[in-house]
């Protein structure tokens, strides 16, 4: 059973350019997230997904930043006009559903997608 | 104040040591702890999974929880020089939060000396 995968593993962008990160979460699972990870700093929360759904947004930075989960293919983590601030470890975890346990799902995360900003 | 708190180390422990990595929470509307390892430039791995006060135990590592005192603890027994990696702690499932936000330390840097 696959992991979660990322792609890519490394990017590299200039400023004003965009970024796509892609994640595709392990098989089985149906809900997504993304974090940020910056230098000496812990992970930090940016959003959550389900299928065609944003369910929790509260740690995306207001602009720039978009994710979405389609239907079918990979979760994808946007980033317009990136800035030398955006450079960072991006990392997408995902979790099988258990109903009855709100937020108790074990979260499995891929290897990463260092962002790095020129 | 911040949500959860984590000594960042370093930590340096000869091979055969038994390692204590703690963790301080200040929100007590919770459900589950969680504890990961990262290995330099990888993803984290998901080590233990708690939900309640007490230990849990699986293989060389045990989880402990303290409600009471608001502090968890990730016990390493025998520690080898593998288990050199940065632990982080994180809670998560907080009512009238986000489902499945999860909450992180700033992680816990081991090094184990052989």
């Known amino acids: 059973n696959a992991g979660v995968m990322q792609n890519p593993r490394h990017l590299v962008r200039r400023r004003g350019q965009e970024a796509r990160l892609r994640c595709s979460p392990m098989?089985?699972?149906?809900?997504v997230y993304w974090y940020r990870q910056l230098p000496e700093e812990g992970l930090k929360f940016m959003v959550y997904?389900?299928?065609?759904?944003?369910?929790?947004e509260s740690g995306m930075p207001k602009e720039r930043f978009s994710a979405e989960f389609p239907k079918e293919g990979p979760s994808i983590l946007r980033i317009q006009q990136v800035v030398r601030g955006d450079s960072a470890a991006y990392f997408c975890?995902?979790?099988?559903?258990?109903?009855?346990?709100?937020?108790?799902?074990?979260?499995?995360f891929g290897p990463g997608t260092r962002l790095t900003v020129l | 104040q911040k949500e959860v708190e984590q000594d960042p180390g370093p930590l340096s422990v000869p091979e055969g040591a038994i390692v204590s990595l703690n963790c301080t929470y200040s929100?007590?509307?919770?459900?589950?702890f969680m504890w990961y390892r990262q290995y330099s430039r990888k993803g984290p791995e998901l080590l233990m999974y708690?939900?309640?006060?007490g230990n849990k135990e699986d293989g060389r590592f045990t989880a402990q929880v303290d409600k009471s005192s608001k502090y968890i603890s990730l016990f390493i027994r025998d520690s080898q020089p593998s288990d050199s990696a940065t632990y982080l702690c994180?809670?998560?499932?907080?009512?009238?939060?986000?489902?499945?936000?999860?909450?992180f330390g700033k992680g816990t840097k081991l090094s184990v000396k052989p």
């Open positions: 929100n007590s509307a919770f459900q589950y």
């Open positions: 994180a809670k998560g499932g907080d009512y009238g939060g986000s489902q499945g936000n999860l909450i």
């Open positions: 975890a995902s979790s099988p559903f258990r109903s009855g346990l709100a937020g108790g799902d074990e979260q499995f």
């Open positions: 708690t939900y309640s006060s």
């Open positions: 098989k089985g699972h149906s809900h």
């Open positions: 997904l389900q299928k065609e759904n944003i369910i929790d």
